[in-house]
């Protein structure tokens, strides 16, 4: 199973702030680091500020060396396809491919009126979400030298340049996930690489990748071929003090993070990592909540990696 490292910078995180992390998910051995894409915190006053998750990410390409990069997710509200398309492929040339991309339909109106971004009711998201699928990775499987054309409602696109980022390393992984019962697993099922279902417990999880599967067996595409993967918020503590000294530093219950999240001793972890594994998932999310905690991540790439190998 591959453990990777979530954050939510627009809790209060500058560059600083996420390249530490960053740094120290590499140096513990972690396969990669992800950040939301929001502009707006869901709680408190969100200082020092908002960061944008493409200019982060596109600092984190140039100053780190081996971990994968991306998000979790980009909201389709907020930036058109073929710019998006265009800065993700910039990104990855500037982390030697190590970029992935996750796209969803965007739900967080308040940050939307915020910044003036419109949100249109939630089936035009999802309309809109399904064109720039189209339009983002029919740019980056067009080989370059040669362009692009949609003919869409919303974003038709004529003569755009191939980015041709599809060659021999695969390409730009795309990551699609969430709740919905018809449209998401369709989604999945034709344009992703990767489906995530996040902060469900275990038996809900499975009923997700299920849904999935069928949406890929109905395409005629392998399911097999799908990775799948879990998100939730951890809280390692192998004593009583740690666990309740982190759980605090988040502000959160040590009894809601066990029955929610991946919280207790390393060895509660693992055993929870195991429902999940047995649920089909074989991808992590660790969702930090605390950045400036850096031992938190050395305690589980310490206690919690070498149980999972």
Same mark, same amino acid.
């Given at each position: 199973?591959?453990?990777?490292?979530?954050?939510?910078?627009?809790?209060?995180?500058?560059?600083?702030?996420?390249?530490?992390?960053?740094?120290?998910?590499?140096?513990?051995?972690?396969?990669?680091?992800?950040?939301?894409?929001?502009?707006?915190?869901?709680?408190?006053?969100?200082?020092?500020?908002?960061?944008?998750?493409?200019?982060?990410?596109?600092?984190?390409?140039?100053?780190?060396?081996?971990?994968?990069?991306?998000?979790?997710?980009?909201?389709?509200?907020?930036?058109?396809?073929?710019?998006?398309?265009?800065?993700?492929?910039?990104?990855?040339?500037?982390?030697?491919?190590?970029?992935?991309?996750?796209?969803?339909?965007?739900?967080?109106?308040?940050?939307?009126?915020?910044?003036?971004?419109?949100?249109?009711?939630?089936?035009?998201?999802?309309?809109?979400?399904?064109?720039?699928?189209?339009?983002?990775?029919?740019?980056?499987?067009?080989?370059?030298?040669?362009?692009?054309?949609?003919?869409?409602?919303?974003?038709?696109?004529?003569?755009?340049?191939?980015?041709?980022?599809? %060659?021999? =390393?695969?390409?730009?992984?795309?990551?699609?996930?969430? #709740?919905?019962? !018809?449209?998401?697993? &369709? @989604?999945? $099922?034709?344009?992703?690489?990767?489906?995530?279902?996040?902060?469900?417990?275990?038996?809900?999880?499975?009923?997700?990748?299920?849904?999935?599967?069928?949406?890929?067996?109905?395409?005629?595409?392998?399911?097999?071929?799908?990775?799948?993967?879990?998100?939730?918020?951890?809280?390692? %503590?192998? =004593?009583?003090?740690?666990?309740?000294?982190?759980?605090? #530093?988040?502000? !959160?219950?040590?009894? &809601? @993070?066990? $029955?929610?999240?991946?919280?207790?001793?390393?060895?509660?972890?693992?055993?929870?990592?195991?429902?999940?594994?047995?649920?089909?998932?074989?991808?992590?999310?660790?969702?930090?909540?605390?950045?400036?905690?850096?031992?938190?991540?050395?305690?589980?790439?310490?206690?919690?990696?070498?149980?999972?190998?």
């Amino acid at each position: 199973m591959d453990l990777r490292i979530f954050t939510e910078p627009q809790q209060g995180a500058t560059y600083d702030d996420l390249l530490a992390v960053a740094r120290a998910t590499e140096d513990a051995g972690f396969d990669a680091f992800f950040r939301s894409d929001h502009y707006l915190h869901m709680s408190g006053d969100g200082s020092p500020g908002p960061t944008d998750a493409w200019v982060t990410l596109a600092g984190l390409a140039r100053d780190t060396t081996r971990i994968r990069l991306g998000t979790l997710v980009t909201a389709a509200t907020f930036r058109l396809p073929g710019p998006l398309a265009v800065q993700v492929a910039n990104v990855a040339q500037m982390s030697g491919g190590r970029v992935e991309m996750g796209l969803g339909a965007g739900w967080f109106e308040a940050e939307h009126t915020a910044y003036g971004i419109p949100f249109p009711d939630v089936r035009e998201r999802f309309d809109r979400l399904e064109e720039q699928l189209a339009v983002i990775t029919g740019l980056w499987r067009t080989p370059r030298g040669e362009t692009f054309d949609h003919d869409g409602s919303h974003y038709p696109i004529v003569d755009a340049p191939g980015l041709g980022t599809s %060659g021999d =390393d695969g390409g730009i992984p795309v990551i699609i996930g969430g #709740a919905g019962k !018809r449209r998401t697993p &369709e @989604l999945a $099922a034709r344009y992703a690489d990767e489906f995530n279902a996040a902060f469900r417990p275990a038996a809900e999880t499975g009923e997700l990748f299920a849904r999935v599967r069928a949406a890929c067996e109905d395409r005629r595409r392998d399911p097999v071929e799908l990775t799948l993967s879990s998100a939730n918020v951890v809280c390692l %503590g192998n =004593d009583d003090a740690t666990l309740r000294r982190r759980a605090a #530093a988040i502000s !959160r219950d040590v009894d &809601e @993070l066990r $029955a929610n999240g991946f919280a207790g001793s390393s060895d509660e972890i693992v055993d929870k990592l195991g429902a999940f594994a047995e649920v089909g998932t074989t991808r992590v999310y660790l969702q930090v909540l605390d950045l400036t905690d850096l031992d938190h991540l050395d305690d589980i790439a310490a206690t919690v990696l070498p149980q999972l190998s």
